[in-house]
Every structure is written in C-alpha cells, then in structure tokens.
C-alpha cells in the first residue's frame, strides 16, 4: 500500500490567510516563525 505524503506547507496552503490574520490579531502573535540555530533564549 502506497501512501501520500504531504508536506506542512502543502496543509497550510490549504487554511485561507484571514484565519491566520484573525488568529494573529486576537493572539498577538504573528503566525510566521523563524528558526534559531537550535539556541535556548530565555
């Protein structure tokens, strides 16, 4: 049995972008992330 992968970029393209504005609006938070060479901040 073959299964298809899909990747997380693929699963987020399907969520319309005002979700993520509303979410980023009530949280305060901005949706996009960026990595930290692995580094603890505290």
């Known amino acids: 049995?073959?299964?298809n992968k899909m990747k997380v970029?693929?699963?987020l393209a399907l969520i319309p972008a005002?979700?993520?504005d509303k979410i980023a609006?009530?949280?305060?938070?901005d949706?996009?992330?960026k990595k930290l060479n692995?580094?603890?901040i505290t």
């Open 1 to 3: 049995m073959s299964q």
């Open 9 to 11: 970029l693929d699963l």
């Open 18 to 20: 005002e979700y993520f």
């Open 25 to 29: 609006e009530e949280t305060n938070v």
């Open 31 to 33: 949706f996009q992330v």
């Open 38 to 40: 692995g580094k603890l």
